[in-house]
């Protein structure tokens, strides 16, 4: 039911965290990839260790917010697969700055990496799926994409609202032709490179600010991803399209100003 063998992944953001764990459960299970990532360094290292799964693991130096590298990239798989089973959006870049300060030609970037972007490369993908008849898109969001994190995020959390709503609206358009559309949402992701550990030691209150959301009592990991990525990439997952799933620990689950409970069932302070 999890069988992936043979099957075409294309996945960005591969050389750390969320992306590289991605890629490495598709390969696990048979799926050959074609890696996407700015860190040509790393996104070769994920593709060296990927190999060991006996499956092609093509690592490709690409901007997802440009369209030129993404054409590349459909060139690419076309003459080397001629078909594509899975799309995994994950890379993107956001901006922290106040609401009143970000420039607009920071506000389009971010929007260029996030949504249009990942609106080309998912409408690439989409082409060739329609085609086969079937495939699986799987986008990465984020709750900040449902409810505000404040924290000068405005400019992110309102390109993954388009994420979210980009997935509702192609999971409707095209899943009675064989191509589900389906998006995660991570809360706080503890992952190499993600800035998340940096930001909170120069924001000594964020730590405990975080955790207090996080019911679970933990920060998520790159590998927590990994189990319902491969459910929604196979046939395990077949009448799922459409869902917007939170992978957060809990956190959208309870109310801001709610308390936690412990393992002995008395309450925690905030």
């Given amino acids: 039911m999890f069988d992936l063998t043979d099957r075409v992944a294309i996945v960005s953001g591969t050389a750390s965290g969320m992306g590289q764990a991605m890629a490495t459960v598709f390969a696990e299970y048979g799926a050959h990839l074609v890696l996407l990532d700015i860190n040509r360094a790393g996104n070769e290292e994920t593709a060296h260790a990927l190999a060991r799964y006996g499956v092609r693991a093509l690592p490709v130096t690409c901007d997802v917010g440009s369209y030129d590298d993404i054409d590349r990239v459909y060139a690419l798989v076309d003459r080397e697969f ?17 609401a009143e300060e970000i420039s607009m030609a920071e506000f389009v970037g971010v929007f260029q990496s996030l949504v249009f972007g990942r609106y080309y490369a998912t409408q690439q993908a989409g082409r ?12 990465i969001g984020s709750i900040a994409g449902v409810t505000s994190l404040a924290r000068q995020q405005s400019a992110y959390g309102m390109a993954m609202a388009a994420v979210i709503q980009m997935t509702r609206e192609l999971s409707t358009e095209w899943s009675g032709r064989g191509v589900r559309v389906n998006a995660i949402l991570p809360a706080q992701i503890l992952s190499k490179n993600n800035g998340l ?29 990994k189990g ?32 936690l409970i412990g393992r002995s069932g008395h309450n925690i302070a905030a």
């Fill in 82 to 98: 001629s078909r594509v089973d899975i799309l995994g959006n994950v890379a993107g870049n956001g901006i922290q700055k106040a």
């Fill in 197 to 225: 550990e940096a930001r909170m030691a120069r924001e000594p209150d964020l730590r405990a600010t975080f955790l207090h959301g996080l019911p679970i009592g933990r920060f998520g990991q790159s590998d927590d991803i």
């Fill in 228 to 259: 319902l990525a491969l459910w929604l990439a196979s046939d395990a997952s077949s009448f799922i399209t459409g869902a917007i799933i939170p992978m957060d620990g809990g956190n959208l689950a309870m109310n801001a100003g709610g308390g």
């Fill in 128 to 139: 060739r799926m329609l085609r086969q008849g079937r495939g699986s898109i799987i986008s």
